[in-house]
């Protein structure tokens, strides 16, 4: 998120934790960055798959992986130009 804000003028992160009507525990962070395209959004799980030039592709694949471990799920929505939205459910 902090790099995905890196240039926008009104750079914005936001942090929420919630219980889900089932009991499931959930963590997202959203930002206001410059949002990754459809094309994508599947791929940025796949290791090593990166859409910045500095990424190592590790972050996300690994965080599925152990959110999987745990019974648990990660979901990414994305618009370009408008975002992006992590969720983490257990």
Same mark, same amino acid.
């Given at each position: 998120?902090? +790099?995905a804000v890196a240039d926008s =003028? @009104? =750079?914005e992160i936001v942090l929420s934790? *919630?219980?889900e009507s089932g009991g499931q525990v959930c963590i997202? &962070? #959203?930002d206001n960055g410059e949002g990754i395209p459809a +094309? #994508? !959004?599947e @791929? &940025? *799980?796949v290791p090593f798959f990166s859409t910045r030039n500095t990424g190592s592709g590790?972050? /996300?694949s690994l965080c599925k992986q152990i959110m999987r471990l745990h019974h648990g799920q990660i979901q990414l929505d994305s618009e370009p130009g408008e975002g992006t939205c992590v969720t /983490? #459910? !257990?």
């Open positions: 998120a902090m +790099d =003028p @009104q =750079p934790c *919630f219980t997202s &962070v #959203r +094309d #994508r !959004l @791929q &940025v *799980f590790i972050g /996300l /983490l #459910r !257990l």
